[in-house]
């Protein structure tokens, strides 16, 4: 099946594009003058949302492929959301036959195959339909670029919904800027899968089981981005040990090296996750002697890229101050005795924290990067008073409207201190921080502003 959906890739990059030139433009019709009902509830500065309301049934054929252009034509828009009403995903199900789905956005093609539509279509029951996200993923091109000399990357995801080990998967068409572009699949603990692509002109191609984060980097730099194969010889198989081994560099046995022989050799981190070159293995290091974070679920496992909960950064301020005394939280939704009660009590009687509402806290809810600098900003103010007068202009990142009012001073202090910083020109306020940049965050704080 693998085979068959790279020929299925090759044939379609000959036009170099996954989609036939007869795709239909926002509001062209075909042949019997139908085409897909297409909104676009909110298409302003970095962010898309298009509702794909209806579709013809006429234009849906089993094993078929429906274009749905759900572009708006907005310049810099790196943010894309495109819903498929629950109508228009039960009319490409199509009774049991269905047909795939090929989405144009802002930001490239999205073809969900027949399965994958079959997939979603069990799982409609209860929501509002199927929305797929699709968005410049300024971590990941941050990560990729300490690795290789240039990288893009994408993020493609169904919310609330999964779509994994696909047979029949779904390919997806990235406009790059990139010569000789290959194609990496990023995986959960943060190392790279390549995956088989096919490159046209300023587009790359591509197909997946599975959605995920997906970085485009030079061909010619996968080395860097891969890990090394298996049984792979040494540099120097047949080199010999010093027939002196303790003969010391100037060739007096007797006489002491001029090193530290008492200096103990630094302790490994016990989390198999988190590689010896890895960009964030220090700032691990120093949130976990700090005793500032600890494995995710696990004691042998830090997931560098898995998201950093909003009861994490409670917990992880409370232990800094030597976990004090706490009162009964107010939040119905912190549930008394668990792991984070008290940190969440503690923050929010001293005013460091505050509820998604007043009785919701949203203790497992990823945290957003400026939620994130609005509790140090208290932190770092209200409570340990801290100097948090600097203030960073930041109207010249393009999505600085994001931020939301509560959130500007903090978001202007933060950038001044050199905690939340922009990637690819993007500030990215209500995107999540996943636990690597968070650790690399709070070592800035830790050594810059808390010290």
Same mark, same amino acid.
């Given at each position: 099946?693998?085979?068959?959906?790279?020929?299925?890739?090759?044939?379609?990059?000959?036009?170099?594009?996954?989609?036939?030139?007869?795709?239909?433009?926002?509001?062209?019709?075909?042949?019997?003058?139908?085409?897909?009902?297409?909104?676009?509830?909110?298409?302003?500065?970095?962010?898309?949302?298009?509702?794909?309301?209806?579709?013809?049934?006429?234009?849906?054929?089993?094993?078929?492929?429906?274009?749905?252009?759900?572009?708006?034509?907005?310049?810099?828009?790196?943010?894309?959301?495109?819903?498929?009403?629950?109508?228009?995903?039960?009319?490409?199900?199509? *009774?049991?036959?269905?047909?795939?789905?090929?989405?144009?956005?802002?930001?490239?093609?999205?073809?969900?195959?027949?399965?994958?539509?079959?997939?979603?279509?069990?799982?409609?029951?209860?929501?509002?339909?199927?929305?797929?996200?699709? #968005?410049?993923?300024?971590?990941?091109?941050?990560?990729?670029?300490?690795?290789?000399?240039?990288?893009?990357?994408?993020? !493609?995801?169904?919310?609330?919904?999964?779509?994994?080990?696909?047979?029949?998967?779904?390919?997806?068409?990235?406009?790059?800027?990139?010569?000789? $572009?290959?194609?990496?699949?990023?995986?959960?603990?943060?190392?790279?899968?390549?995956?088989?692509?096919?490159?046209? *002109?300023?587009?790359?191609?591509?197909?997946?089981?599975?959605?995920?984060?997906?970085?485009?980097? $030079?061909?010619?730099?996968?080395?860097?981005?891969?890990? $090394?194969?298996?049984?792979?010889?040494?540099?120097?198989?047949?080199?010999?040990?010093?027939?002196?081994?303790?003969?010391?560099?100037?060739?007096?046995?007797?006489?002491?090296?001029?090193?530290?022989?008492?200096?103990?050799?630094?302790?490994?981190?016990? #989390?198999?996750? !988190?590689?010896?070159?890895?960009?964030?293995?220090?700032?691990?290091?120093?949130?976990?002697?700090?005793?500032?974070?600890?494995?995710?679920?696990?004691?042998?496992?830090?997931?560098?890229?898995?998201?950093?909960?909003?009861?994490?950064?409670?917990?992880?301020?409370?232990?800094?101050?030597?976990?004090?005394?706490?009162?009964?939280?107010?939040?119905?939704?912190?549930?008394?005795?668990?792991?984070?009660?008290?940190?969440?009590?503690?923050?929010?009687?001293?005013?460091?924290?505050n509820g998604r509402s007043a009785t919701e806290f949203a203790p497992g809810d990823p945290i957003t990067r400026q939620e994130l600098a609005s509790i140090l900003y208290r932190y770092a103010g209200s409570f340990k008073g801290c100097d948090v007068t600097a203030r960073a202009e930041l109207s010249s990142y393009p999505d600085a409207d994001a931020i939301s009012a509560y959130a500007k001073d903090a978001m202007a202090w933060a950038n001044a201190q050199g905690l939340v910083t922009g990637s690819n020109g993007m500030l990215n306020p209500r995107?999540?921080?996943?636990?690597?940049?968070?650790?690399?965050?709070?070592?800035?704080?830790?050594?810059?502003?808390?010290?």
């Amino acid at each position: 099946m693998k085979k068959k959906l790279l020929t299925t890739l090759l044939a379609l990059s000959m036009a170099l594009t996954l989609l036939p030139a007869t795709a239909l433009a926002e509001g062209e019709e075909d042949a019997a003058g139908e085409t897909a009902a297409v909104t676009f509830p909110v298409n302003e500065g970095s962010t898309c949302e298009a509702l794909v309301e209806s579709i013809p049934e006429s234009l849906v054929t089993a094993g078929g492929t429906v274009t749905i252009n759900a572009a708006s034509g907005q310049a810099d828009v790196s943010y894309v959301t495109v819903t498929l009403s629950p109508a228009a995903v039960e009319t490409l199900y199509n *009774s049991g036959k269905p047909a795939a789905a090929a989405i144009e956005t802002d930001l490239g093609t999205v073809r969900l195959s027949d399965e994958a539509i079959a997939s979603l279509r069990r799982q409609l029951p209860g929501t509002n339909g199927v929305e797929l996200a699709v #968005f410049w993923n300024a971590d990941a091109i941050r990560m990729a670029r300490g690795l290789v000399s240039d990288a893009e990357a994408y993020t !493609v995801e169904v919310a609330d919904m999964e779509l994994t080990d696909l047979t029949d998967g779904v390919l997806l068409t990235f406009p790059t800027q990139i010569a000789g $572009p290959a194609v990496f699949q990023v995986n959960g603990d943060g190392t790279y899968e390549a995956l088989e692509a096919v490159a046209g *002109s300023g587009v790359v191609n591509f197909s997946t089981g599975s959605l995920a984060t997906f970085v485009v980097a $030079p061909k010619s730099e996968a080395d860097k981005l891969l890990p $090394p194969s298996d049984g792979e010889p040494d540099e120097n198989p047949d080199e010999t040990p010093d027939e002196n081994p303790d003969e010391t560099p100037d060739g007096n046995p007797d006489e002491t090296p001029d090193d530290k022989p008492d200096e103990k050799p630094e302790e490994p981190l016990p #989390f198999t996750d !988190v590689a010896e070159d890895a960009w964030y293995v220090n700032e691990v290091r120093y949130v976990y002697e700090k005793g500032m974070m600890r494995g995710d679920g696990s004691e042998t496992l830090f997931n560098p890229n898995g998201d950093t909960t909003r009861a994490m950064i409670v917990a992880i301020l409370y232990r800094l101050e030597g976990e004090p005394a706490a009162g009964v939280s107010m939040f119905t939704d912190v549930k008394a005795g668990s792991w984070y009660a008290d940190a969440v009590s503690w923050a929010a009687a001293h005013g460091i924290v505050n509820g998604r509402s007043a009785t919701e806290f949203a203790p497992g809810d990823p945290i957003t990067r400026q939620e994130l600098a609005s509790i140090l900003y208290r932190y770092a103010g209200s409570f340990k008073g801290c100097d948090v007068t600097a203030r960073a202009e930041l109207s010249s990142y393009p999505d600085a409207d994001a931020i939301s009012a509560y959130a500007k001073d903090a978001m202007a202090w933060a950038n001044a201190q050199g905690l939340v910083t922009g990637s690819n020109g993007m500030l990215n306020p209500r995107g999540s921080a996943i636990r690597a940049q968070s650790a690399a965050i709070l070592m800035r704080f830790c050594e810059n502003v808390g010290k």
